[in-house]
């Protein structure tokens, strides 16, 4: 059997093929991983031969892709806002899309002095500990109802050296002190049960808690929404990741809650993904 890395990343590609929509991605950084350097470094040793512990190792991460596992989880890592973060199957795996939920606050928080702000649902802690690197001046909090992502997302603030943030077990506002906040903002779940458009692999391996919600994946953006105003300060911020399709409803019930100044943002492929107001 030939064991050159550009063989076996080649018949690798060929067996994810029906499985990925990204195979060359995923068999490189699998073997990368395994050997412990770089994708690019795998193209300079294309004809170097695998050690046979090491194609045990590929093979089993292999496996495992091929059943669906998504490669974060294989990793057990993922880059966020240039962070690269601590994930498992207790967290959901952050998108590049949410990094807009991310831009918006830094937009928002441009102005501000030493902003009080609040994550609602921070499963691996990427949006609170990308804010807390762009803005080291902030105050911030973040909560899940989850003790398992919010071990994940205490040890990637410790790793990163972002301690700043305090992580509060909290079911959205439940377990919050009696305080106020500049902007509070959230990416939670707005998947409606059994919607086909969800990857079946996201359905099988990514913490249900974290995907759907009632009401057509509304439920819970209802009621961040209407509980919000009673945390916010004179005239701050909320922020909320959501559906594709969700956005009018969502700036409806802004409005019904007191918001202004309702905008709804897109993300790089041009969905609108984010939406958010002032309270009045």
Known sequence: MDERIGVVLRQAAARLAECSDSVALDVELLLASVLDCSRGQLLIRSEYRLEAGSRRRFEMLLHRRCEGVPVAYLLERREFWSLELRVTPDVLIPRPESELLVEQALRVLHVATAPRVLELGTGSGAIALALAQERPDAQLTATDCSAAALQVARGNAERLGLQRVCFIDSNWFSALPAQRYDLILSNPPYVAVGDPALQ???????????????????????????????????????????GTTQDETVRVRLGQAGFVDIETWPDLAGHPRVSGGRLA
Request: no cysteine; hydrophobic share 60%.
């Open 200 to 242: 079946s692999a996201v359905a099988r391996h990514e913490p249900a808690i974290a995907l759907y919600a009632e009401d057509a994946g509304l439920a819970e953006l209802f009621a961040i929404i209407a509980a919000a105003p009673a945390y916010l300060a004179a005239h701050g911020t909320l922020l909320l990741e959501h």
